[in-house]
């Protein structure tokens, strides 16, 4: 829903577009700016665990739109293993294959079945099946290990983890004692099922850890299943959604002639940052804030009323969270960017969501206590609409909601693909 001043100062506008990302076609996926920001984090899960808990970190700060800044390149978690002491480890559930070597337990047709056999549990797709990797991907929130190759069960621990968004589940050969390079070197195996659990989205490029070493014994990998939710997130306190998109909104100009986007948030996926479409919200909440308090010289400003929220990939690698921010509604029929390309590399949208604002008509778009300095209105006029204001009086906005009419976007380099884009699988 739009807030369009009657008045004649028109400065407001300009002012907030300087604000936003420098893009070439505002609505364009900024690949330039994704690229010049920090990487996505990539944690490789500890082997010859039993269970694992990452520590907790602070949550993302989120900042309204102002200036970029641009972080490094190098970005990824690893897990390093001192010599171990030839202490007894727990046992697994699993089948020791004979012989008991690292190529039969790849081979066993056994865990192969397990594998291809598991159901797809209710809400979620599946990304990957019977992998000899797992995954070293974003957001990771822990490992367990299961007392049977159950996709069920890994899913209920999915279910039960806020912001949990995928999970990953295989079979691994572990050292049945701690190896020590003199006391202890190769060791018979255990077989433990493992679950972990993800914030984000997953792919099948990043199913990349196949196991290690650990002095003359080889931990491997078989049987890797891996499952995206495909549920809607969770709803937003003071906006109304989700709404399911096809894929990226590019909205027209209004018919006033109006471009209602304000900018956009990226947001790398780390061990902070997982698909939480509430960031999106706290941008758009944070950017209305900061428009309220540099408003334009007639004392309006442009409050942020709806944005959408997706998932960004890079040939089919899950990279950040996306925000667009938009002082108008726009319906799902507006959703037609799949996503675009950088030179080779094609960048994708999927999981795609919109909210808006509650309330939004009762919104007042004049900073209480501001002055007006060169627009053409008079000092009395100011004191009205701050009075106004302050009194929660309705202000003098025309409001359009923007649903599924047939109406063109402007042209875009994109490519075509299903709804949310190209399939990961």
């Avoid at 171990?84 to 790849?106: H, I, M």
């Avoid at 941008?283 to 804030?289: D, G, R, S």
């Avoid at 089919?316 to 509604?329: A, I």
Wanted: charged share 10%; net charge negative; with cysteine.
């Amino acid at each position: 829903m739009p807030f369009t001043a009657k008045l004649p100062c028109v400065s407001l506008l300009l002012a907030l577009v300087s604000l936003a990302h420098a893009v070439p076609n505002p609505q364009l996926i900024d690949l330039d700016g994704v690229a010049a920001a920090k990487p996505p984090v990539f944690v490789k899960v500890p082997l010859d665990v039993v269970s694992n808990t990452p520590t907790l970190l602070a949550t993302t700060t989120v900042a309204p739109i102002t200036t970029d800044a641009p972080g490094s390149r190098k970005r990824s978690q690893g897990i390093k293993r001192r010599d171990g002491a030839c202490s007894p480890q727990p046992s697994g559930a699993g089948p020791v294959p004979s012989p008991d070597t690292a190529s039969a337990f790849l081979a066993d047709p056994v865990f192969q079945a397990m594998a291809t056999n598991a159901p797809t549990p209710y809400g979620y797709e599946q990304v990957f099946s019977n992998l000899q990797d797992s995954l070293s991907a974003s957001n990771y929130m822990g490992l367990y290990t299961l007392d049977e190759y159950d996709t069920s069960q890994c899913q209920s621990k999915c279910d039960q983890a806020s912001g949990c968004q995928a999970f990953n589940i295989y079979i691994e050969r572990d050292p049945s004692v701690d190896p020590n390079a003199a006391d202890c070197p190769n060791p018979p195996s255990t077989t433990r099922y493992k679950c972990t659990l993800w914030g984000a989205p997953v792919s099948s490029s990043e199913a990349n850890n196949g196991g290690q070493y650990q002095d003359g014994f080889q931990i491997v990998i078989t049987g890797s299943n891996a499952y995206n939710k495909n549920s809607p997130p969770a709803s937003i306190s003071g906006f109304f959604g989700p709404t399911e998109l096809g894929g990226a909104i590019n909205a027209p100009l209004d018919s006033n002639g109006h471009n209602s986007y304000i900018g956009y948030q990226y947001f790398p996926f780390s061990q902070t940052q997982g698909y939480t479409p509430q960031t999106c919200a706290d941008a758009c909440t944070a950017q209305t804030a900061y428009n309220s308090e540099n408003p334009a010289s007639d004392c309006s400003y442009i409050p942020c009323v709806f944005f959408n929220a997706y998932v960004l990939s890079e040939n089919g690698v899950p990279q950040g969270l996306y925000c667009s921010l938009y002082n108008e509604t726009w319906g799902p029929s507006y959703a037609t960017n799949y996503g675009q390309y950088r030179g080779n590399d094609e960048y994708s949208v999927s999981d795609s969501y919109s909210y808006s604002v509650e309330n939004q008509v009762t919104q007042p778009a004049y900073a209480s206590g501001c002055v007006t300095s060169q627009c053409q209105v008079s000092p009395a006029q100011n004191e009205q609409l701050i009075l106004n204001a302050d009194e929660n009086a309705a202000a003098p906005w025309t409001v359009s909601v923007h649903t599924d009419a047939a109406q063109a976007a402007p042209p875009y380099e994109q490519f075509v693909g299903s709804a949310g884009g190209p399939s990961v699988l």
